[in-house]
């Protein structure tokens, strides 16, 4: 089941309850989730995070990413919404 944005507070519902994610990992989400189905590089996701130019991002945006997905996934281990793609980088699966 897909997480619902709540963009006005800020919030995410995912499998039935309220997810509590950072500022940071709301706003990676909401930038996934507003792209469907397209990968991103980690540099294009900090660059929409951050507001900033990246410079050696790939360690953070994938602790963030493992962050968001034992927050929203049913089984983080085995991601169905937010998906890996080595060497290109992530998406939200629809």
């Known amino acids: 089941m897909k997480p619902i944005l709540n963009k006005k507070e800020k919030r995410v519902l995912s499998n039935g309850r309220e997810s509590h994610l950072t500022p940071k990992e709301y706003g990676i989400l909401e930038f996934l989730m507003e792209h469907p189905n397209q990968t991103f590089t980690a540099e294009e996701i900090y660059e929409n995070a951050w507001d900033e130019e990246p ?21 983080p281990s085995r991601p169905e919404l937010i998906k890996a793609f080595w060497g290109r980088g992530y998406q939200f699966v629809c």
Do not use: A, Q
């Not at 953070?60 to 049913?74: A, F, G, L, Q």
């Open 55 to 75: 410079f050696d991002c790939h360690l953070i945006i994938s602790v963030h990413m493992r962050h968001i997905r034992e927050k929203i996934e049913k089984d």
